[in-house]
């Protein structure tokens, strides 16, 4: 049984210069922007600490504005989770210590979701991440590049991610529509992740690993070194991020804003 309430941190990676969407945290809905968004999202779970964690000084000096606690960062960081394994070892934290990655461009990301991977991480102590997942209900998301889909075995540990339809249907799909099997549950994975401290910071010193370079799906890392990576039903559907301009709007859309 899964504590209901483990200790846990939260840091939020924020960068500037997203290749399809430059300052990004930046852009505000309704006037707020979205790291203060997320922020505040944050501060609505169990989290006993919540950090900014980014290289940029406009986005520092907006989060002290908002009154969020800032951790500055090396701006060559190629992943959010090197930029957590910096602030890690900058503040000593021990290497038990369970943190989420909440990314700056998840403002719709429902506070109980983050309870729920930190307690999933938590109920599994020899399991050194966590994420979630949701089932699919069409054959579009199924077979959309841009979703990623994971592959679970009967613990719930992954195993595999990837951004084409698995497991293959070899009859369904034999055809070449896409189309939604019966009796086969189709997994969508959430950009949501716990670590242990420690593990993080193994899991950053490893190198990029084939099928990682190949789908552009870091957690693939941990699979290819022989990790273990607990995935939990999420007990809800999140929210859209924002990878682009047109997110913003379904973000919008989303929070009935119009």
Same mark, same amino acid.
């Given at each position: ?9 939260? =840091? ?28 505040? *999202?944050?501060?609505? #779970?169990?989290?006993?600490?919540? @950090? ?6 406009? =986005? ?8 969020? %606690?800032?951790?500055? #960062?090396? $701006? ?15 503040? &000593?934290? +021990? ?15 429902? +506070? ?58 070899? /009859? ?5 529509? +896409? ?7 189709? @997994? ?5 992740? $716990? ?12 190198? %990029?690993?084939?099928? /990682?370079?190949?789908?552009? @799906? /870091? ?7 022989? &990790?273990?990576? *607990? ?6 559907? %999140?929210? %859209?991020?924002?990878?682009?301009? $047109? ?12």
């Amino acid at each position: 049984m899964a504590p209901l309430s483990p200790k846990f941190r939260i =840091i939020i990676p924020a960068r500037y210069g997203a290749t399809r969407l430059p300052g990004k945290p930046l852009l505000t809905i309704e006037g707020k922007p979205l790291i203060q968004m997320v922020f505040e *999202q944050a501060s609505r #779970t169990a989290a006993t600490e919540i @950090l900014v964690a980014t290289d940029d000084e406009r =986005i520092a000096a907006a989060c002290r504005g908002f009154g969020a %606690p800032v951790v500055m #960062t090396r $701006a060559d960081h190629p992943s959010g989770s090197d930029r957590l394994a910096e602030v890690i070892r900058h503040l &000593g934290w +021990p290497g038990d210590t369970l943190v989420v990655n909440l990314q700056g461009d998840e403002p719709c990301m429902p +506070p109980a979701l983050v309870d729920q991977v930190a307690a999933s991480l938590a109920a599994h102590p020899g399991v050194g991440m966590a994420t979630l997942a949701y089932p699919i209900t069409d054959a579009k998301t199924l077979f959309d590049p841009q979703v990623v889909k994971v592959v679970t075995d009967a613990r719930g540990r992954a195993l595999y991610f990837s951004r084409a339809p698995i497991p293959w249907h070899r /009859e369904a799909f034999a055809g070449g529509q +896409p189309c939604l099997p019966a009796g086969v549950t189709y @997994l969508r994975h959430i950009g949501l992740y $716990a670590y242990r401290a420690e593990f993080l910071q193994r899991y950053v010193a490893w190198p %990029p690993a084939p099928p /990682e370079r190949a789908e552009s @799906l /870091e957690q693939l890392r941990v699979l290819w070194q022989g &990790g273990a990576i *607990q995935v939990d039903i999420a007990a809800q559907v %999140p929210g %859209p991020g924002v990878d682009t301009a $047109a997110d913003l709007q379904r973000v919008r859309d989303f929070l009935g804003l119009g």
